[in-house]
């Protein structure tokens, strides 16, 4: 029951950050791209590479890890957000925000295990 009640604690923190994240990107960065779950994702990818480099306690993990990043990052938004760039024809947005968030991911994520690791 303990598990539960951080995983959820964990989520609404993550999902809260998100939303005022997100907003505020949108609000200050005019992109073509949906630069405020690009943002999110970038963060979410470095933090999540960070938090398994640092091999946390399961109360830890749990919290941040399965709870907080569960809500914070948002893989089903990505995906409708593509849809929505295929379905407009704007092939050359949907290009870069399938890169960028991919590759630029990947880095980030290995630059925060290599923060965490580097930190023992």
Same mark, same amino acid.
């Given at each position: !029951?303990?598990?539960?009640? =951080? %995983? $959820? &604690?964990?989520?609404?923190?993550?999902?809260?950050?998100?939303?005022? &994240? $997100?907003?505020?990107?949108?609000?200050? &960065?005019?992109? $073509?791209?949906? &630069?405020?779950? @690009?943002? #999110?994702?970038?963060?979410? *990818?470095?933090?999540?590479?960070?938090?398994?480099?640092?091999?946390?306690? #399961?109360?830890?993990?749990?919290?941040?890890? +399965?709870?907080? !990043?569960?809500?914070?990052? +948002?893989? *089903? +938004?990505?995906?409708?957000?593509?849809? =929505?760039?295929?379905? *407009?024809?704007?092939?050359? *947005?949907?290009?870069?925000?399938? +890169?960028?968030?991919?590759? %630029?991911?990947? #880095?980030?994520?290995? @630059?925060?295990?290599?923060?965490? #690791?580097?930190?023992?």
């Amino acid at each position: !029951m303990l598990h539960l009640l =951080q %995983v $959820s &604690i964990g989520g609404f923190l993550g999902a809260t950050a998100r939303f005022f &994240i $997100s907003n505020m990107a949108k609000k200050n &960065i005019s992109s $073509s791209l949906p &630069i405020g779950t @690009l943002c #999110i994702n970038w963060i979410g *990818s470095f933090l999540l590479g960070f938090i398994t480099g640092r091999n946390f306690t #399961i109360t830890w993990a749990l919290l941040f890890g +399965t709870g907080f !990043m569960g809500a914070f990052t +948002t893989f *089903s +938004t990505l995906n409708l957000e593509l849809i =929505q760039l295929l379905k *407009s024809k704007k092939w050359t *947005s949907f290009g870069l925000y399938l +890169t960028l968030t991919y590759l %630029v991911g990947l #880095i980030l994520a290995y @630059l925060g295990l290599i923060a965490a #690791i580097e930190r023992d």
